[in-house]
Structures are given as structure tokens and as C-alpha cells.
């Protein structure tokens, strides 16, 4: 599966951004998808997990009820909409593949990465 994220840039802090990862290759709905995130000079972390189906996430404690991760398995696409930013949340977003029917928040646990989409919230 080949994966292209988008939707990053520059925004406030207190704003909100979407970011939108687009899956091509095989069936979209056989993947876990997550998003990770890595900032300047740091080791990069889990953001968000999603099922197949849609039906079950989970979150970094430092986005949970701020980022909301999302799918439509029609369009090859998942989300990740993101509200009330804040400086810290700056980094480049990946999203992130794995067929396994589990979601997993490690790295490792994922085999498909796509290119990163830079996020830089201003105070």
C-alpha cells in the first residue's frame, strides 16, 4: 500500500487543522491505519490509531479530546482532525498502515509509512 498524507502548514495556537491520509495499492479496509508524529530533534511518537472498520481508536494522552482520527474506507482516507492546537503539537505527521486486525500504538507494529506532512502551530 502506498500512502500520502496532506493538509499540514502554519496555523495559531487555539486553531485547528485537518490532515488527510490517502491509501492506494490494496484494499484499504485490510488495514489498521495510525499517525505518529515526530518533532524537531525528538524521537518520534504515537498520535492516534483507528480499526478497519472505524469502530475503534485510541489516543496519546497529550491529543485525547483535542484530535479526533477518522476513516472512510470508500475514499481510501483517513483523518485526523486536530483542534485546539498547541505549540508542543508542532512536528511532521506520518500516517501509518499495518494488516494485522489489532491496532497498536508502536511504531514498530506498523509496516507501511507514508511521507510526512509538516504542522507548526505559533504562539
Known amino acids: 500500500v502506498q500512502l500520502q498524507a496532506s493538509g499540514g502548514g502554519l496555523v495559531q495556537a487555539g486553531g485547528s487543522l485537518r490532515l488527510s491520509c490517502r491509501a492506494s495499492g490494496r484494499t484499504f479496509s485490510f488495514y489498521v491505519m495510525g499517525w505518529f508524529r515526530q518533532a524537531p530533534g525528538q524521537e518520534r511518537e504515537f498520535v492516534a490509531t483507528i480499526s478497519r472498520s472505524g469502530n475503534t481508536t485510541r489516543y496519546a494522552d497529550s491529543v485525547k479530546g483535542r484530535f479526533t482520527i477518522s476513516r472512510d474506507n470508500a475514499k481510501n482516507t483517513v483523518y485526523l482532525q486536530m483542534n485546539s492546537l498547541k505549540p508542543e503539537d508542532t512536528a511532521v505527521y506520518s500516517c501509518?498502515?499495518?494488516?494485522?486486525?489489532?491496532?497498536?500504538?508502536?511504531?514498530?507494529?506498523?509496516?507501511?509509512w507514508g511521507q510526512g506532512t509538516q504542522v507548526t502551530v505559533s504562539s
Open positions: 501509518a498502515a499495518r494488516t494485522s486486525g489489532l491496532i497498536a500504538t508502536t511504531q514498530s507494529a506498523y509496516g507501511y
